[in-house]
Structure formats: C-alpha cells, structure tokens
C-alpha cells in the first residue's frame, strides 16, 4: 500500500503518531485498531459493531471512507450493528435476521418504501415486535408447565468481550478468545 494512503487513512481517523496506547482513550485506541485494519484493501469486509468508541467526527469520517471504497472499488461490506445514527443512507441493502433465521433481504428504498420511517424506528419495529412474539411465547410455554424456550442449540454458546481485568484473555470465550471476539475486523 502506498504511502500517501497510509496517510490517508491516518488523517480519517484522526490518528497521531505520537499517541502511546497505554496513555490512549479508548475511542483513540479503537481508531488505531480499525486503521490498522483497514491498511489492506478489500473486496468484502465483515464489520461487527465497528464504530463502537469513535466518537462523531471519527465515525462520520470513517462511514463516509467505507461508503466511497465501495463504491471506488466494487468492495462489500457486511456491517452488522445496533447504532443506526447517520446510517439512513449509508446502507445499499438491509438484512434482518431474528432467531438464526432470515427475515428480510432488500435493498435500502425497498424498506424505505415499506416503512416510511427512519432506518432506525424501522428497526425498533422490527426489534419491538419479535420481542413481544418472543414474551407471548414464553408465557404461553410457561401456562402449559414447559420451559420457557423450546429448543437449545447444540454446541452454542455465548460469547462476547467479557475481558477480565489487567488480561488480554477473555472471562467467557476461552482460550481461543481472538477468534470469536466481536471486536475483530475480518477479512
């Protein structure tokens, strides 16, 4: 990568030279990771709640780089996240997925068409309605004497950044924490 690019992506982020990552923020180390990330370039990019930390000038920058590489480049990117300000027309396409399973698959219009609301009450409908199919399930379950959920999945397991104190291993993912953190850019 050249660098003119390198520096390009420094100056989107926001990022100093100079900072020291022990002294750093976490929105300042957060920027570092994800410049670091995105240093190589990509066809298809799966990000997992990647502007958490950054605050707004950061995160608008970097949404605004992501929204022009793909379209310079022919690049996807899969971003899954529950932060919906200044996403209303970032996104080309919208899914939604609820219980492992598909529930919508449309291009951004095609929602915006359906709802006539913002991305983000367009969501919160969505959200609010499986949790109350989920509620009205679970006290139908609970009524007939059965557990309150019908089915666990073999071999599942939760697993998030619950990182103990002063460690870079993970309380809840295990040894082989690295790989399923939801803090990772993934190529």
């Not at 660098?3 to 180390?29: C, E, N, P």
């Not at 509620?135 to 939760?158: C, Q, T, Y």
């Not at 002063?166 to 809840?172: A, C, E, P, V």
Request: charge should be positive; charged fraction near 30%; proline fraction near 2%.
């Amino acid at each position: 990568m050249s660098y003119i690019i390198k520096l390009f992506m420094l100056q989107i982020l926001d990022v100093d030279l100079t900072w020291r990552m022990h002294k750093a923020s976490d929105g300042q180390r957060r920027r570092v990771q994800i410049c670091m990330g995105l240093l190589k370039p990509f066809k298809v990019l799966l990000l997992d709640e990647i502007t958490v930390d950054l605050d707004v000038l950061a995160r608008a920058n970097l949404l605004t780089y992501l929204k022009k590489e793909c379209a310079e480049q022919g690049a996807t990117i899969i971003y899954a996240t529950h932060i919906f300000d200044g996403l209303d027309d970032w996104p080309t396409h919208i899914v939604y997925v609820a219980h492992g399973k598909l529930q919508l698959a449309l291009p951004l219009e095609k929602v915006k068409e359906m709802s006539q609301l913002s991305l983000m009450r367009t969501v919160e409908r969505w959200l609010r309605k499986e949790r109350d199919e989920d509620r009205r399930k679970r006290k139908e379950r609970k009524e007939k004497g059965l557990p309150a959920f019908d089915k666990v999945i073999e071999g599942s397991r939760v697993v998030n950044n619950g990182w103990a104190a002063g460690r870079l291993t993970s309380t809840i993912a295990g040894e082989e924490n690295f790989s399923f953190s939801s803090n990772s850019v993934l190529r």
